[in-house]
């Protein structure tokens, strides 16, 4: 069995973060969601756990408060995408659908990117690499 994430986000409004990541088509596995966390599928070894705020505190230590993500930098969650028309595609479609640019467009010719924040304020890259210039 490969190894896997899961990458554990608090959000205020669980079925508006899952109306917002369907409308950029991910899906979800109801094996692992119920009405407190929503398992949101990004690929065969890759998942984003969305959790309610209480569902959350439910996992971290003691003690420590939940980052109010559209104030504070929390972490930068980056993707790949295969082509710049993807990386395009998926950054609009995060705009349109309520999330907010997050940085100016990063274009270095060999590597391509666009970022948002979603409407929790989590920070997603998503970036292409020209596989050319990766293999030499």
Not at 23 to 45: E, H, V
Not at 88 to 109: F, I, R, V
Request: proline share 4%.
């Amino acid at each position: 069995m490969s190894q896997m994430i899961f990458v554990n986000l608090p959000v205020k409004d669980l079925e508006a973060s899952k109306a917002f990541w369907g409308k950029l088509g991910y899906s979800f596995n109801p094996q692992f969601s119920d009405d407190t966390a929503a398992c949101m599928i990004i690929s065969d070894t890759i998942f984003a756990m969305l959790l309610t705020e209480p569902k959350f505190k439910e996992f971290t230590a003691p003690g420590k408060e939940i980052a109010d993500a559209t104030r504070t930098s929390e972490v930068l969650l980056a993707l790949s995408a295969e082509s710049r028309e993807k990386v395009d595609e998926l950054a609009d479609g995060a705009l349109a659908a309520g999330g907010s640019a997050a940085k100016d467009t990063m274009d270095y010719g060999t590597m391509y990117g666009r970022s948002f924040t979603d409407p929790d304020g989590h920070h997603w890259e998503v970036m292409w690499m020209d596989p050319a210039a990766i293999e030499g």
